[in-house]
C-alpha cells in the first residue's frame, strides 16, 4: 500500500509559539491531502483539505490564520499551528489519497502536540 | 453536511467469537464508505472499504455489508484474535475522486478477552 510519512512524530512547546507539521507522500505523488485532528478518545475531525499549487480549503470554525497550510510539492504538505495554546494539543493526523479518481486514503503515523 | 453515526462504542467479545459495528450515515450523496483500525498512539489503517454499487465485500476474516436504502452499513470480523483488540472507526464521503475528505464515526473500542 501506499505509505504516508509525518515529522515530528511528537513535539513539545511553550505556550504561544509556532510548530510546522510535516507530511509526505513517500511513493506516489498527492496533488491533494487532508489535514485532521484527534483528541484523546474522539474521533477524527477534518481541518482543511491541502492543495498543491492552490489555497488550503478549510472546514467551518477552523481558523486559517492560526493553522497555516503549504503544499510546497506533490509530496508534502505542512501544517503550522501559529501561537499555540494548550487547547491546540492534539494528534494531528494526514493523509493522501492515490490520486484523481481514487477514493482510498492512506494515513500518516500522526504528530502529538504538547502545548504547555 | 454528512453525518456518521457508530455503535457500539465499546465492544467486549471472547477470543474466536464474531464482532459485529455497525454505522448510519445521513448524506444520502455518499458512496464510498472505508472502516480504519487504529492502534493506541498510531495513525488510523485502511482495513477493507465498500462502494455503493455493491452490498458486500469480504477480505479472509473481515466483511463490509451495505444498505443504501437504509444508509446503514456493518463490519464483521470472525474468528477474533486478540490483535484485533484496537479502535475501529467508519466513514463516509461522496466517491468520484480524491478531492473531499472523510466523515469519520465516533470509533468502536473492540476489546478480545482470551
Known amino acids: 500500500g501506499a505509505v504516508v510519512s509525518q515529522h515530528p512524530s511528537r513535539v513539545i512547546c511553550k505556550s504561544g509559539t509556532s510548530v510546522k507539521i510535516e507530511c509526505r507522500s513517500l511513493d506516489f505523488q498527492a496533488t491533494t491531502m487532508f489535514w485532521y485532528r484527534q483528541f484523546p478518545k474522539q474521533s477524527l475531525m477534518l481541518m482543511a483539505t491541502s492543495n498543491e499549487g492552490s489555497k488550503a480549503t478549510y472546514e467551518q470554525g477552523v481558523e486559517k490564520d492560526k493553522f497555516l497550510i503549504n503544499h510546497a510539492s506533490l509530496t508534502l504538505s505542512t501544517l503550522t499551528v501559529t501561537s499555540a495554546h494548550p487547547e491546540d494539543s492534539s494528534f494531528y493526523i494526514c493523509s493522501a489519497p492515490l490520486g484523481q479518481g481514487y477514493n482510498e486514503q492512506f494515513f500518516g503515523p500522526g504528530t502529538r502536540l504538547t502545548v504547555l | 453536511g454528512e453525518n456518521v453515526e457508530q455503535h457500539p462504542s465499546t465492544l467486549s467479545v471472547q477470543e474466536g467469537d464474531s464482532a459485529v459495528i455497525k454505522c448510519t450515515y445521513s448524506d444520502s450523496a455518499s458512496n464510498y464508505f472505508p472502516w480504519y483500525k487504529q492502534e493506541l498512539g498510531k495513525g488510523p489503517q485502511l482495513i477493507i472499504d465498500?462502494?455503493?454499487?455493491?452490498g458486500e465485500k469480504k477480505d479472509q476474516r473481515i466483511a463490509v455489508t451495505l444498505n443504501k436504502t437504509a444508509k446503514h452499513f456493518s463490519l464483521h470480523i470472525t474468528e477474533t484474535q486478540p490483535e484485533d483488540s484496537a479502535v475501529y472507526f467508519c466513514a463516509a464521503k461522496e466517491s468520484g475522486g480524491g478531492a473531499d475528505g472523510l466523515t469519520f464515526g465516533k470509533g468502536t473500542h473492540l476489546i478480545i478477552q482470551p
Open positions: 465498500i462502494r455503493s454499487n455493491v
